[in-house]
């Protein structure tokens, strides 16, 4: 079992920036891509940013040139840093990640998702 762990949500004025965090922790054989999606209130979960093993980076039209996605392949971590906040990017925000964890016998494909991060943009 692979469990993903989000920090660094919280309260910022717009213009503002902050920092989200994901830790992947578990058997993880190996992750290819990682990414961060976003849930506003009586909206569907909308692609944010994500990345690949190999440093490809794919970005919503909404946030382009705002947001910046990276990652540690060795601490098996993603980091999203959002800058010029908006309200409109007011949501919880989730951590994806897929890819090959181990068990005692065998390896087996998953497609994990944090418990989710409030970001509130608001004066």
């Known amino acids: 079992q692979v469990q993903l762990v989000e920090s660094g949500g919280g309260l910022v004025q717009p213009g503002g920036s902050l920092g989200l965090s994901c830790a992947a922790s578990?058997?993880?054989?190996?992750?290819?891509?990682m990414g961060w999606y976003r849930q506003a209130p009586g909206k569907q979960r909308e692609l944010v940013a994500t990345?690949?093993?190999?440093?490809?980076?794919n970005y919503a039209d909404s946030v382009k040139g705002r947001f910046t996605i990276s990652r540690d392949n060795a601490k098996n971590m993603v980091y999203l840093q959002m800058n010029n906040l908006k309200p409109e990017d007011t949501a919880v925000y989730y951590c994806?990640?897929?890819?090959?964890?181990?068990?005692?016998?065998?390896?087996?494909?998953?497609?994990?998702w944090g418990q989710g991060t409030q970001v509130t943009v608001s004066s």
């Open positions: 994806n990640a897929d890819g090959s964890a181990k068990s005692n016998y065998y390896y087996f494909d998953f497609n994990s």
């Open positions: 578990g058997n993880i054989f190996s992750i290819n891509a």
């Open positions: 990345i690949t093993s190999g440093g490809s980076t």
